[in-house]
Antibody, heavy 119, light 109 residues
Framework: QVQLVQSGAEVKKPGASVKVSCKASGYTFTSYGISWVRQAPGQGLEWMGWISAYNGNTNYAQKLQGRVTMTTDTSTSTAYMELRSLRSDDTAVYYC????????????WGQGTLVTVSS | EIVLTQSPATLSLSPGERATLSCRASQSVSSYLAWYQQKPGQAPRLLIYDASNRATGIPARFSGSGSGTDFTLTISSLEPEDFAVYYCQQRSNWPPAYTFGQGTKLEIK
């Protein structure tokens, strides 16, 4: 069965960076993309960007351009999302999701990773 | 950027009733629209993709309709487990980029 397993919760200081991993299993990793979506406490869903696991092409949300980098390691079927220059309003649960073939950001989702930015 | 507006913000209904949730796009998204359900502490769950197709394992009481700018998610007869927050989401053509609506909270009356 398709599974996406994310890394554990993180606590970071303002200005630091965080890198969240998302290990995929149960499907051919390079046949799909990965979306990253975040959700601030009590708020809605915010799409952060997309990466093709086939060729590494990316597309980032405009508001995060310059601060976010998404990568994949096809040898381990793992996707990564790095966010730099963290601010307090980056505190959120970060989700990865399998994307592709249908017009949906994700048909299977990771369990989420809480990133807390606090001094 | 395409903006999705969901209505109502909150919908109060009883089990067994019919729920109708709306999503309006600021410009045409063709049929590139999906619906998700999210319960507290859980990841979103894909319900409907391409406006009207049920995702794997989704019960038949969930249906989606619409195209262009106006879309509807209908739950024909509410079960207790259906009370949650529902989001619509649209996709741009290429490269993939997505926008979510602000959500509709479906609560027990």
């Amino acid at each position: 069965q398709v599974q996406l397993v994310q890394s554990g919760a993180e606590v970071k200081k303002p200005g630091a960076s965080v890198k969240v991993s998302c290990k995929a299993s149960g499907y051919t990793f390079t046949s799909y993309g990965i979306s990253w979506v975040r959700q601030a406490p009590g708020q809605g869903l915010e799409w952060m960007g997309w990466i093709s696991a086939y060729n590494g092409n990316t597309n980032y949300a405009q508001k995060l351009q310059g601060r976010v980098t998404m990568t994949t390691d096809t040898s381990t079927s793992t996707a990564y999302m790095e966010l730099r220059s963290l601010r307090s309003d980056d505190t959120a649960v970060y989700y990865c999701a399998r994307e592709g073939g249908i017009a949906a950001a994700g048909d299977y989702w990771g369990q989420g990773t809480l990133v807390t930015v606090s001094s | 950027e395409i903006v999705l507006t969901q209505s109502p913000a909150t919908l109060s209904l009883s089990p067994g009733e019919r729920a109708t949730l709306s999503c309006r796009a600021s410009q045409s998204v063709s049929s590139y629209l999906a619906w998700y359900q999210q319960k507290p502490g859980q990841a979103p769950r894909l319900l409907i993709y391409d406006a009207s197709n049920r995702a794997t394992g989704i019960p038949a009481r969930f249906s989606g309709s619409g195209s262009g700018t106006d879309f509807t998610l209908t739950i024909s007869s509410l079960e207790p487990e259906d009370f949650a927050v529902y989001y619509c989401q649209q996709r741009s053509n290429w490269p993939p980029a997505y926008t979510f609506g602000q959500g509709t909270k479906l609560e027990i009356k």
